[in-house]
T-cell receptor, first 113, second 109 residues
Framework: NAGVTQTPKFRILKIGQSMTLQCTQD?????MYWYRQDPGMGLKLIYY???????DKGEVPNGYNVSRSTTEDFPLRLELAAPSQTSVYFC????????????FGQGTRLTVV | TQLLEQSPQFLSIQEGENLTVYCNSS?????LQWYRQEPGEGPVLLVT?????EVKKLKRLTFQFGDARKDSSLHITAAQPGDTGLYLC?????????FGTGTRLQVFP
C-alpha cells in the first residue's frame, strides 16, 4: 500500500518563482491536510479539505493555494515564493473527522533563496 | 494562535530516567492524539485518548487525558535511546487537525 505520496522530496526555488507540491493518497480518505514544519517545531496547518471540491484555510494560509478536484489528490500551490516559505511541507489524510489516525507523506523540503 | 501548547520544548536525559511531557489548551477537545516523529519522516500515531480522565498504556509509555478534556500528558518510564524523537499532541477543533508545539526528546545511552 502506497498510503500518502508527496512529490518532490526536495526543491530549491528562487524568490518570486512558483511551484506546486503534489500529494496523492490511495486510501479513499475524505479528509486531507497540508502542514508546514519549521526546524525543531510542531506542524502548522496551512489548508485542509473535507472532500472533493471543498477546501478551507488553516492557521497559516497566506502565500498558498490549494484545490481538491478528486478524492485522491490535494496539490498545494506556492505563488511568488518568499524566503519565509522555506520549510518542510507535509501532506496528511484521515478517513473521517473523528478520532481516526492521520497518515502522513514523507514530506517535501523546500528552500527559497 | 497555537491552541495546543507543549512543555517542555526540549528534553535531554540519560537512559533509564523517567520523564513527562505535557500538552495544554484553553479549549475543550473531544479527543487528543499523541504522535512521534523521527528525523526525515512524517509523524506516526502512538495513541488516541477520548474520555476525560482516561489513562492508556503502551509498553513503557502512559498517556492521560485530563478530566476537563483540555490537557493531556505522556509519561515515559525508563527511557531508552530508541525513544528519541519529536513528540506531538494533536486535536480536532471542528474539521481541522491541529498539532501542538512539540517536545524534542533525546535519550543518551
Amino acid at each position: 500500500n502506497a498510503g500518502v505520496t508527496q512529490t518532490p522530496k526536495f526543491r530549491i526555488l528562487k524568490i518570486g518563482q512558483s511551484m506546486t507540491l503534489q500529494c496523492t493518497q490511495d486510501m479513499n480518505h475524505n479528509y486531507m491536510y497540508w502542514y508546514r514544519q519549521d526546524p525543531g517545531m510542531g506542524l502548522k496547518l496551512i489548508y485542509y479539505s473535507v472532500g472533493a471540491g471543498i477546501t478551507d484555510k488553516g492557521e497559516v494560509p497566506n502565500g498558498y493555494n490549494v484545490s481538491r478536484s478528486t478524492t485522491e489528490d490535494f496539490p498545494l500551490r506556492l505563488e511568488l515564493a518568499a524566503p519565509s516559505q522555506t520549510s518542510v511541507y507535509f501532506c496528511a489524510s484521515t478517513r473521517t473527522a473523528g478520532d481516526t489516525e492521520a497518515f502522513f507523506g514523507q514530506g517535501t523540503r523546500l528552500t527559497v533563496v | 494562535t497555537q491552541l495546543l501548547e507543549q512543555s517542555p520544548q526540549f528534553l535531554s536525559i540519560q537512559e533509564g530516567e523517567n520523564l513527562t511531557v505535557y500538552c495544554n489548551s484553553s479549549s475543550v477537545f473531544s479527543s487528543l492524539q499523541w504522535y512521534r516523529q523521527e528525523p526525515g519522516e512524517g509523524p506516526v500515531l502512538l495513541v488516541t485518548v477520548v474520555t476525560g480522565g482516561e489513562v492508556k498504556k503502551l509498553k513503557r509509555l502512559t498517556f492521560q487525558f485530563g478530566d476537563a478534556r483540555k490537557d493531556s500528558s505522556l509519561h515515559i518510564t525508563a527511557a531508552q535511546p530508541g525513544d528519541t524523537g519529536l513528540y506531538l499532541c494533536a486535536g480536532r477543533p471542528l474539521y481541522k487537525l491541529i498539532f501542538g508545539t512539540g517536545t524534542r526528546l533525546q535519550v543518551f545511552p
